[in-house]
């Protein structure tokens, strides 16, 4: 098989699925109406919407028509978003808002699926940092309540952290792509003969390091364990804070040095 034959096979498997799951949602709608059992549904469909998106996106420089997958995917996107906010906003008028640890695990989902698309040099689709939010919020609500199922596989501080590095690696990826922004500025400098004011750009970059540092040290200095890809992305930031940080900002420690110590632990 081609890979533009599997891509087309994979994109007809995830359409099937959506279209049986419109089915089943209208047929849920005709017998019930509104109900707690709709929005199950519901959120089961946006699921399949938000795969197809990802694996268009993510795929689609292959697809035997790329502008046509690109936009499919974007459309998905969209859908994907109104149905989970339909969910949100119609669930709490009859109870529902899904299992308490499921719909922390569907926020993560959404987050490091749009991540994935931000490395990939996409423009933020969605709306990322009120994920954010509301995954915090989610996890602040559960540490209330006692013996919550999200906690019975991992402890409270271990879904922090996958909350905090995926936080980090948002705050990564927005500084990587100020600094490309900064280069670009300079190339056109260059040909314009202008003079290079991209202090908003760094600034920005700077502060997007800096915030990914705090979340780190954080993460290494409060938490008896970090999971183990948590600590590398946390390794990662403190490694980039020690590019811009100064001396007096590492209490007298000279960056460089820093930076090798940190090195050593990789």
């Known amino acids: 098989h081609s890979r533009a ?5 994979g994109v007809n498997y995830f359409t099937k699925a959506i279209d049986m799951g419109e089915i089943a949602l209208k047929k849920i709608n005709d017998e019930e109406g509104f109900s707690v059992n709709y929005l199950i ?9 938000f795969n197809r998106a990802l694996f268009l996106l993510t795929t689609c420089q292959d697809h035997p028509e790329p502008a046509k997958a690109e936009k499919l995917g974007h459309t998905d996107l969209t859908t994907c978003r109104d149905m989970d906010r339909e969910v949100i906003d119609n669930g709490e008028q009859v109870g529902f808002k899904g299992a308490k640890d499921v719909y922390f695990e569907l926020l993560m989902g959404r987050i490091k699926g749009l991540l994935l698309l931000i490395k990939m040099g996409y423009q933020d689709p969605w709306g990322i940092e009120d994920l954010f939010d509301e995954a915090h919020a989610e996890l602040k609500s559960a540490l209330s309540a006692p013996h919550h199922p999200l906690f019975s596989d991992m402890s409270p501080a271990g879904h922090m952290q996958r909350l905090d590095s995926a936080l980090i690696e948002f705050h990564l990826l927005r500084a990587n792509q100020q600094e490309d922004n900064h280069n670009d500025d300079n190339d056109n400098d260059d040909h314009d003969g202008g003079d290079n004011t991209t202090t908003a750009a760094t600034t920005t970059r700077i502060d997007h390091i800096k915030m990914a540092s705090e979340i780190a040290i954080r993460m290494m200095v409060e938490d008896e364990f970090v999971i183990g890809e948590c600590a590398l992305l946390a390794l990662r930031a403190l490694i980039e804070s020690t590019l811009i940080f100064t001396i007096d900002e590492f209490a007298g420690e000279d960056p460089s040095d820093v930076r090798s110590k940190l090195f050593q632990y990789r």
């Open 5 to 9: 034959g599997v891509i087309q096979k």
């Open 41 to 49: 549904f519901m959120q089961q469909l946006s699921n399949r919407y």
